[in-house]
């Protein structure tokens, strides 16, 4: 079996292709269109979803789950101890509005915990790599740095994310618990991330998100050394029922007690 090493590596080259070809399309006018769901859909949606997958079969015989083919039954999905799940772009919303904010996110499941990732956003040029048991990284145009978060109290005022993109009930049931607050607005998977880089404290969603939605993001922040939590304070676990929905969750340095008041409202 391929070390975690190895398959970091080589989803970091896997990533940045899929980013280069989706950086041509956002740099040019191009169409959208609308799932089922209402959702909106891009052809760099497709382009990265295709790169990726067929990119990931080649690296390993594990099975992959993806936003653009999530129709797998459960009845074969419950079978998987091992597969890779793959969001090609979260962030639809970000890309047509041409903020910068959206990701290509990959991460390898094994046994419902993900364990090696990365989450690219390439229009800034950044890339957030981790594997278990090996840490987290940041890497940019000018650098490559690990990211190590510290257990230590949060300190007044807290800074909280809130999505860019979707009303946000979370800002009322917040400042209701933490008066003191400071909210950072950002898109996509580079909320979780921003968490694991320090340059928030913690990001609370209670509004519906998918697993592809987290699971690389996860892994990162985890990797550095803090946690996703569900309302029972559990960290999130992926391919554990026939629902790809995750349950409401927060995400931190460090488990605080209030926390629980935060699902309450």
Not at 141 to 158: C, E, F, I
Request: include cysteine.
């Amino acid at each position: 079996m391929t070390s975690h090493a190895a398959l970091l590596v080589a989803i970091e080259e896997l990533v940045r292709s899929a980013g280069e070809a989706v950086m041509a399309i956002y740099q040019r006018d191009f169409e959208v269109y609308q799932k089922a769901d209402k959702s909106p859909l891009t052809e760099a949606d497709l382009l990265a979803h295709d790169i990726i997958r067929r990119g990931l079969r080649e690296l390993s015989a594990d099975p992959i789950l993806s936003e653009e083919d999530k129709h797998i039954p459960w009845q074969q999905r419950q079978a998987w101890s091992r597969y890779w799940l793959v969001d090609p772009i979260d962030g639809t919303k970000e890309f047509i509005r041409k903020s910068d904010e959206f990701t290509l996110n990959i991460a390898l499941i094994e046994r419902g915990i993900p364990i090696v990732s990365v989450v690219y956003a390439p229009a800034l040029g950044v890339l957030y790599t981790a594997a278990k048991g090996m840490g987290a990284w940041k890497q940019d145009q000018h650098s490559r740095r690990a990211l190590k978060l510290t257990q230590t109290a949060q300190q007044a005022p807290l800074r909280a994310l809130i999505s860019r993109s979707h009303s946000s009930r979370e800002a009322a049931v917040l400042t209701a618990v933490y008066p003191a607050i400071e909210f950072i607005e950002k898109g996509s998977s580079l909320k979780l991330c921003a968490v694991a880089d320090g340059q928030a404290d913690l990001y609370l969603r209670l509004g519906p998100t998918s697993e592809w939605d987290t699971a690389a993001a996860q892994c990162i922040v985890e990797s550095a050394g803090g946690q996703v939590l569900s309302a029972e304070l559990q960290a999130l676990k992926y391919n554990q029922k026939e629902s790809v929905l995750n349950p409401a969750f927060i995400v931190s340095r460090c488990v605080q007690a209030e926390y629980a008041l935060l699902f309450q409202n």
